[in-house]
């Protein structure tokens, strides 16, 4: 229950994380060369845009940490509660091949 609400939210999170960088707006020089761009861009500081990815970018990484070692936990604590399959023993008379003498 807990994990599928987990992953849930995860997706949501992601989703919502590439929508947000994809409707920023680039600060790059168009040309191939080098930009003039200062450490924080050419308007000095970060919009509210930058700072929800950042946010979402952080949340999505504890989320993807979060989510495997919840995973992992538990798989090891299913791994000695379930019950082995028992396969029927073969019968001696139809598995070994019969040669005429």
């Not at 979402?56 to 379930?82: E, H, N, P, V």
Request: glycine share 12%.
């Amino acid at each position: 229950m807990l994990y599928g609400l987990l992953i849930t939210g995860y997706i949501f999170i992601c989703i919502l994380l590439v929508f947000l960088i994809l409707i920023q707006k680039g600060k790059g020089s168009t040309g191939f060369g080098g930009s003039s761009q200062m450490l924080f861009g050419g308007s000095g500081g970060q919009d509210v845009f930058q700072k929800t990815t950042w946010v979402l970018g952080a949340l999505f990484m504890i989320g993807s940490l979060s989510l495997s070692i919840l995973k992992t936990r538990q798989s090891q604590s299913l791994r000695y509660t379930t019950m082995p399959i028992h396969r029927a023993a073969p019968n001696p008379e139809t598995s070994a091949p019969s040669y005429p003498n």
